[in-house]
């Protein structure tokens, strides 16, 4: 070792937990009240922030949370009034909005022993759980999810985040939520859009990392369309474990490396969220960015035209409109497709060097350093000749014969 260098390699470790549970505002049920005052034997400082969504489409929920509250006041407080942020894509492009939240923090006096609640979508929680991680350098936060996809994704992760500059996600920061508490019965309010496009995360982590699931997703597309809840609880339960498994196992939970197999599908998706203004929800387009990326596995022939078929058949099944009209925006000057340019944000958030993942298989995934943007081009136009949507397997063939 070199005189003027001194190393030393710390190790951290991360108690991260998913909790199932059911109506967690109900009086009768004390969960939330433990896991909040489980570290400190004096009443503890909870502020609440809660999906303008949620409050909307439960108009007694608000009044539910203070009788909780009050309920269990020897153990849990509220020292800040319940803010109320705008759901969705706004809650994460809205400087004045995320100063805002910092100011609750600040006013309600939080310190690294207090918590926020975040109650929402992935988008409140990505917001409200950043400034969380930044104020006193992070306080305790504890997530509960209201979406599918929030419940299945983005809720159960450890990274949080704001847009700016026109990208998603450009500030954030990875830190483990104190822990994440997943309630069925806050997924009943949603509209049959918000149901639908968390699926599309079930279907990528299925693709990547879990044949089995996949097949069980094929077998419960109808149930889970139907809004079957029996069958959605099985959908994020298995979701959530693939997930944590991923960030325990994965061996790079900080994602300091190039490879993000979790990310299969986004590089196009991110780019028809922002190419729509955010009408497309990120399920939605998460969605079309597989139906891409497997046509282009087909189309480079590492995905049988089987498999590939399969994929767009379940897809299609579950809903989802996979030739949406943001596919074919073009360069006024240039004429090429403004979602290639997806490909290079898409390297440069992952520092520098391109790494995309495709299928090789159905659970098989592929890791590239290079992609042929004509062939994704072709890829792109498969769907776009069916904007009108693709509704049967026939239709889905016709996509994939595009070569
Ligand atoms: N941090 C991560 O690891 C991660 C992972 C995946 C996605 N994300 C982010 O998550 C966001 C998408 O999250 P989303 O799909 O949950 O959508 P969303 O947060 O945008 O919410 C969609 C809509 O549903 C409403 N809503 C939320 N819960 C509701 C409920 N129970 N009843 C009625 N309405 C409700 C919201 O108000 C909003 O209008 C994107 O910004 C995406 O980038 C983050
Ligand atoms: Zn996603």
């Known amino acids: 070792m070199s005189s003027n260098e001194i190393r030393s390699e710390i190790r951290l470790s991360f108690d991260h937990r998913v909790i199932f549970s059911e109506n967690i505002f109900s009086v009768s049920n004390p969960l939330l009240a433990d896991v909040l005052s489980q570290t400190n034997e004096s009443t503890v400082s909870v502020s609440l922030f809660i999906d303008g969504g949620v409050v909307q489409f439960n108009s007694s929920l608000l009044e539910k949370i203070q009788n909780y509250f009050d309920f269990y006041s020897k153990r849990i407080q509220l020292v800040s009034l319940p803010f109320v942020v705008p759901g969705g894509e706004p809650a994460k492009n809205d400087e004045k909005l995320f100063r805002e939240l910092i100011n609750v923090m600040h006013d309600a006096k939080l310190c690294r022993h207090s918590y926020v609640l975040a109650v929402g979508g992935g988008a409140v929680l990505d917001s409200v759980c950043f400034a969380a991680s930044i104020v006193h350098r992070g306080i305790r936060q504890v997530r509960i999810p209201t979406t599918v996809l929030a419940q299945n994704d983005a809720g159960i992760g450890i990274k949080n985040g704001i847009d700016l500059f026109g990208k998603k996600n450009f500030l954030g920061t990875f830190y483990p939520p104190f822990a994440v508490i997943n309630d069925c019965f806050l997924l009943l309010s949603l509209n049959d859009r918000e149901w639908r496009n968390g699926m599309a995360e079930a ?201």
């Open 203 to 403: 279907v990528k982590v299925a693709l990547i990392r879990d044949p089995e699931f996949f097949c069980w997703i094929e077998e419960n597309a109808d149930s889970l369309v139907c809004r079957d809840m029996n069958a959605m609880k099985i959908l994020i339960r298995r979701c959530a474990e693939l997930h944590l498994r991923h960030i325990e196992l994965g061996g790079d939970p900080f994602e300091r490396g190039s490879m993000r197999p979790l990310d299969f599908g986004h590089w196009a998706a991110h780019k028809l969220e922002h190419l729509s203004g955010f009408k497309i929800g990120h399920g939605h387009a998460v969605a079309v960015g597989i139906a891409i990326d497997v046509i282009y596995s087909c189309l480079k022939k590492h995905l049988s035209f089987n498999e590939a078929q399969r994929i767009l058949s379940c897809l299609i099944r579950l809903g989802f409109d996979l030739g949406v009209a943001e596919l074919q925006i073009a360069h006024p000057i240039t004429g090429s497709l403004l979602l290639l340019e997806g490909l290079s944000e898409f390297r440069e958030h992952i520092g520098g060097k391109l790494c995309i993942t495709l299928l090789s298989g159905i659970g098989k995934p592929l890791e590239v350093d290079e992609v042929d943007t004509a062939i994704i081009v072709k890829a792109v136009h498969g769907l776009i000749k069916k904007q009108e949507k693709v509704h049967t397997s026939a239709e889905c063939s016709s996509v994939l014969s595009v070569q």
